[in-house]
C-alpha cells in the first residue's frame, strides 16, 4: 500500500507521461511490487521498473546497484521512473508504456511477436509481448489490448458453444 505522498507522486508522473495511474502501477506492481531494491536474480535489473545497468549509466549512475542505493525510496525512484519514460511518451497505449520499461523497441510490436533469445532468458515465462501484457495486467486486459472487446468475445464465446453443442446432436 502506497503512501498518500507516494500516491501523489505516482498520479503526478502518469499524468505527465501521459498514462493512467492504473497502469503505472501495474506496471510497477508487476516488476518490483513497488520495492525500491528489488533485484531481478537473472540480470542487473533492479529498482521499481528493473533499471538494468546500462539504463543506469544512462540515467548518470554507476550502475544499476549505484541508482538503487542513491534513490532507495519509491518517491525518489518514481522520479527516476518519469525521467527515463519521459523519452518514450506520449504512450499510444498500455503495451507502449509496459514495453518502455520491458523492451523499448517492442512498443509497436504486434502483440504476437517473439522477444530475441537474449531476453526470453533473462524473463522465464515471457516469450511474447502478449505474454508480457499478460503477467502485467492478467488475460481480461491483455485480450483487450489485443483489440477483442467484450462483444468479440460473446461472439466467440456464441459461436464455440454452436459448434459444441451441434456436435453432440
Do not use: C
Not at 514495453?99 to 512498443?107: E, K, L
Amino acid at each position: 500500500m502506497l503512501s498518500a505522498n507516494e500516491n501523489q507522486v505516482l498520479k503526478t508522473v502518469a499524468a505527465d507521461l501521459g498514462t493512467t495511474p492504473a497502469a503505472l502501477s501495474a506496471l510497477i506492481q508487476f516488476e518490483s511490487g513497488f520495492n525500491p531494491k528489488a533485484k531481478n536474480p537473472f540480470s542487473s535489473a533492479r529498482g521499481l521498473i528493473q533499471f538494468t545497468d546500462t539504463t543506469a549509466r544512462a540515467l548518470g549512475f554507476n550502475d544499476s546497484l549505484d541508482l538503487v542505493t542513491r534513490f532507495s525510496t519509491i518517491e525518489k525512484q518514481l522520479l527516476l521512473v518519469h525521467k527515463y519514460l519521459k523519452k518514450y511518451a506520449p504512450f499510444r497505449d498500455d503495451q507502449a508504456l509496459f514495453m518502455a520499461v520491458f523492451y523499448p523497441a517492442a512498443r509497436e510490436w504486434p502483440i504476437t511477436r517473439e522477444f530475441p533469445d537474449f531476453v526470453q532468458a533473462v524473463n522465464p515465462g515471457i516469450k511474447t509481448v502478449l505474454d508480457y501484457v499478460n503477467k502485467v495486467y492478467g488475460k481480461k486486459k491483455a485480450i483487450e489490448a489485443a483489440g477483442v472487446g467484450a462483444g468479440a468475445l460473446a461472439l466467440i464465446a456464441a459461436a464455440l458453444f454452436f459448434i459444441f453443442r451441434k456436435g453432440k446432436t
